[in-house]
């Protein structure tokens, strides 16, 4: 990287060891971690958590120790393997003991500073469809025949239960029906998966909105993480805990209050307050020009992860071109330059009413937001800047 | 991007409007702005800017408003347009007036918040080779058959001038010479090209620490920006400037007192007092763990654009393998794990000497810097996290 | 690159000097060109080809060789530049001669080995919309009050015209009428452009069926062009032409014999002969498998640049479930594994009907295509590969 | 993505349900193959190969099927599975059967068409170091507690044998010795690792040569594979290897005959007679146009996965400015225009030789080759290329 001589007058920037080893993008050292861009909400961290997920010691393909590592590079705070109860493919050559993997992992997660909690899948037939049950104790405890005994030995265990991936076998074999019921009259049953791997399951947002159940998002990964590009679209499915430190008591703390919302692709799924929240922790608007014509020039920051699309309400989309005009696109972590439609003469305080097409309050129902801008009055806008 | 009714159970997350305007990714949007993480300095804004490009209006192959449209696009504060003085390829096509690129470009540098410095290129043969002077107010008044005469003018104007890429003609044709001496002599040189292009000048930054001018790195782009991946070595090179506030005059007046580095590749090139304030807010350890008997753990965040080297000094590298286990080496941008030699058993306060490699404040002198750390006494590494 | 001594044991794979100046990746190289994957066609060559961008000379941003450099970059064989008759932006600059652009570049041409063609754009109000002549000889002799007069002077010169963007400015608008009536009755309307930029106009598509206009798909680029990623997403919009030969001649005759295909996005948008051809040279279907219950395994190998959505016709579609396990997708570029619905037990020469989504032979009306294999008898699927 | 009906007159290019399962790039879907360009040399099949990998059947961390799905994913033919003979990390949770690896992994192997090797690793201390025994009927039976005796097995089953990462503990220790001199004596030894990982054994190139050992480059992977960008730098490291066929027989038959060459980063490393003919297969010159003062121009097709540089032999290298004259880059799979130096005037048939660098024939060794071209007589350079 530096010089050999006084002779060598010119030289192209030399790349280096540094990017020897890092060859392939600094994004694939082992140990180099991605950041998440979610802002903190008021009173709370914002944890990035992943609560579903295999290894060989039920029908997944990688040892324990991967999904630390995984949840290093990919920037999650905390993660729970949650192994099969009742399935383990590689029983003939890997030994059946359901607490393993997190004590396997358990180091490594010290190390990686990574939130590790100790869960199970139990899987019974569709219906009633399978479930995690997570902050277990003895995994091993809950091996059972019987669907309903195996809830109660987790509820035993003081678990958080959420019901997996509703609608995956289809719409009609994952309807809410009696085993939800059941659970949920029994307080069994505190949350559900609206988010699985790619999938968004707009069914089961309306039941955790009809059933007051807290939203969680997870990969459900089997297999090895698949190195995401880290767009908006490209990522790791999660859930966005709202929690008041970084801890697994105030991650347990938070998911029985519901606080949290599921990203997923480039959906922000939730409840509304959270949404709201985030919106205003996300968008931050900036230098206002004075108003013109065509309406009032702004910067708008987007510090979220998502593309975040804003919709006029009430807007003519009859045609592409239509939708196109009453559209304003916030790229992930960009400041982009917006005209926002404020009527010509007017300054000082205007509200702007949009829908956020991607943070979802339920089903069909985008989050109302207000993006608060101060008009100043005009000044010449074709002034040169520099004399 | 919802439902659209409640027999869709299942659904794959939807791209919408959105994506398909930001097709290609979001760095394409011409309205997007993609900001560049180097930190500001104590008591400083840490301005981006490049001083040396071209339009029509020389022999260059884009509009003026172009240049401002890349500028906002790449995250830059402030550019100066600098046709050549002389040299008008197209002046069978396109007027000959050195102002116009400026005055076409000012409404949209207005509307997208770009500092925009008239500039214009002072093109001699070599030697003396090119000078950029700017900050004019009429860069036509420079047009002069003598290289002083243009100079003088120049300085007329109060400009601020500088030599452009020492050396592209080769290593004796860029020499130091009585040129240089003179202007040195009647205060009309202000500063040097270190960094041009992809081209870092070796002899260029001995110039610059010999005779205390200021350092500066540019483009000098003839045709349009190449919308660069913006990896630490695809980005486009730039002169960090460490201004009072974000104004034309406060880079004026950061350009006379020196307070500037070059920014080309994966290096940083400058002097050392500004090398060591960007390191010291660039690197941040976080979360020492108790020592082994290979050393600290300890995570360390790097806030800058570039893939930060640390090399231990007086590390045996007369092999690969020993070279790579005497280097630290931190991706741009985030969090990395690393292991940092501390004697097993010592706790509290240590600093750990390294040179950084890509800090250069001299020609073969990476910056020595220090990084300080309190290790906690033992505590047992492998206990579970979880419960 | 290579080693300095026996000492150096061990190495890391150096980068040397081809890496620094190919920095930020091949294809920003501005001399390596990127070629488009589409096979040629039985007794023609497919060239790539954009008949439709701007220069400083009307109201674009860039100097006529950019456009040359761009067509070399981005694997194109043939452009044209088709700068506004009426409408000059930058007058007060640069000459008025529409001539100039195809003058300024040739020399660019002939050196990068791309087909450059002289056209222009008549640019009325909308109705009835703007229309691009080319194979010109003078663009200036076009220059006049009316319309017709215009499209007369074209035609005098034996100009092939299309129609441009039918719909830009809204569908009513856009709406054929009794401009395209006339020239079309007088033979002076040849063409339509299906596909412009991003966008693709559906009831454009329509009218070329229903008036055996060619259909073409081009950029209408005014500023520098972004730099594709190169995805089945990210790419310039662009036309095939099935030509004779590569030449200007040939790119004119198979453009009055209507041989073209758009594409825009992962669209390929045309009439039904040329998707089918081009399908049928695209698609290869290698190493089918013996059946099983879920169907027969075969490999699928794309040879174009679209993701190739296939859907089985007649599925049951109603969850997004469904409409996955009857879609089969084959990535632009790669070979894919797939499974075949073919009934158990069937051996022998099959043909699986699909409709192919993104091969658009109308709206609303993608192409239907069968694959064609030949399925073995049984062998034990289990066997092991190695002894 | 077809019209809803006729009133949607303009339409955004839709994405489709194509792209949304391949989210994240088509390299990224598990059934998608990315075949890698090498050309087929004369008379052979070119063969790509990794025979050094690991499971959870000793210190891997990824189930033996893994290691297929990546094979197939990454556009491999063939690997062999080589897990630690006498070193199980996980045999508290995994049986100790180094059959089992492959046993589990044959039926995929069968189902992607990717040709499984047994094999397995001869672990002693360093020297003499690792060795691979690859072919072998029984793993199994390698286990004992002397070298010589684990390597006498191997070679009893007719096992393909090489030693593996020579210097991974430093160059001292990593020296050809007593046990080198042994088995080569007995033809036990044939074939040596000259790049693992990301590691090129400057030495053991040279052993190799020396010795007439066949040469081989491996992954020895322990964890997931990282997706690679699958850019010149950024690719899984292999051995090509140039078979009669597609078949196990055939690899094994060209590695006795030593028909390979090592692909590490941007090199290929082997012996001369292969790198020569893969260079002529990668490279071929077309369209040379006349010549002028510069030189003649002509475009480079480069056909392989490096991007390959040409340096003028006897080239004054003395500044990097100069090194950039000398030098021609062909980035991979593009095609380049160059500037080829003939004097001027010449014409008719040319040879014209250059160094290849990254085609190591030996450690500080390029290969040496010719472009052979023929110099058409000159035409008028700047004759408009359109009428």
New interface residues.
């Given amino acids: 990287?530096?010089?050999k001589g006084?002779?060598?007058?010119?030289?192209?920037?030399?790349?280096?060891?540094?990017?020897?080893?890092?060859?392939?993008?600094?994004?694939?050292?082992?140990?180099?971690?991605?950041?998440i861009r979610f802002p903190d909400l008021p009173g709370y961290v914002t944890l990035k958590c992943d609560f579903h997920m295999h290894t060989?010691?039920s029908d997944?393909?990688?040892?324990p120790?991967?999904r630390v590592?995984e949840a290093?590079r990919e920037g999650l705070d905390a993660i729970a393997i949650s192994d099969h109860v009742e399935h383990h493919l590689?029983k003939?050559?890997?030994?059946e003991?359901l607490n393993?993997p997190?004590?396997?992992a358990?180091?490594r997660?010290?190390?990686?500073?990574?939130?590790?909690?100790?869960g199970g899948e139990i899987t019974p037939a569709t219906p009633p469809g399978h479930h995690n049950a997570i902050?277990l104790?003895d995994v091993n405890a809950l091996v059972a025949d019987d669907f309903y005994t195996q809830v109660d030995q987790a509820a035993l265990q003081n678990a958080f239960i959420f019901w997996n991936h509703?609608?995956?076998?289809?719409?009609?074999r994952?309807k809410w029906g009696e085993a939800q019921d059941r659970l949920l009259k029994e307080k069994k049953l505190h949350g559900v998966e609206v988010?699985n791997g790619?999938?968004?399951?707009?069914?089961a947002h309306r039941y955790a909105l009809e059933h007051d159940l807290t939203i969680v998002g997870n990969t459900d990964m089997h297999?090895?993480?698949?190195?995401?590009?880290r767009?908006?679209?490209?990522h790791r499915t999660m859930t966005l805990v709202f929690a008041k430190d970084r801890s697994?008591e105030a991650i347990r703390e938070a998911l029985q209050a519901g606080r949290t919302l599921a990203w997923?692709?480039?959906?922000l799924v939730g409840k509304e307050p959270h949404l709201q929240a985030m919106f205003d922790a996300c968008v931050e608007v900036s230098?206002v020009?004075a108003g013109g014509k065509a309406g009032v020039?702004a910067?708008v920051k987007n510090l979220s992860e998502l593309?975040?699309?804003l919709l006029r309400p009430g807007a003519d989309l009859?045609?592409?071109?239509?939708?196109?005009m009453a559209?304003i696109?916030l790229?992930?972590?960009?400041?982009?330059?917006?005209v926002l439609p404020v009527p010509a003469g007017k300054t000082g305080s205007v509200e702007i009413p949009f829908k956020a097409?991607?943070f979802?309050a339920g089903?069909?129902?985008?989050l109302m937001v207000n993006l608060a801008i101060t008009v100043p009055a005009a000044a010449p806008?074709?002034?040169?800047?520099?004399?």
Same sequence: chains 1, 2, 3, 4.
């Fill in positions: 990287m530096v010089a006084k002779s060598d007058m010119t030289r192209r920037v030399f790349l280096g060891l540094a990017m020897l080893i890092l060859c392939g993008g600094a994004a694939k050292s082992p140990l180099a971690r991605n950041e060989v010691f997944g393909s990688v040892w120790t991967v590592d290093w590689h003939a050559d890997v030994v003991n393993r997190q004590e396997i358990a180091g997660a010290v190390e990686r500073n990574i939130l590790l909690i100790r902050f104790k509703p609608g995956w076998q289809g719409a009609e994952g988010c790619a999938m968004y399951y707009v069914d297999d090895p993480s698949p190195y995401w590009d767009t908006p679209e490209d697994i997923c692709g480039n959906l230098r020009q020039r910067q593309d975040i699309e009859s045609d592409a071109r239509k939708k196109r559209t696109l790229p992930a972590g960009m400041t982009t330059m917006v097409m991607n979802l089903p069909d129902e985008p806008a074709t002034a040169p800047a520099a004399k």
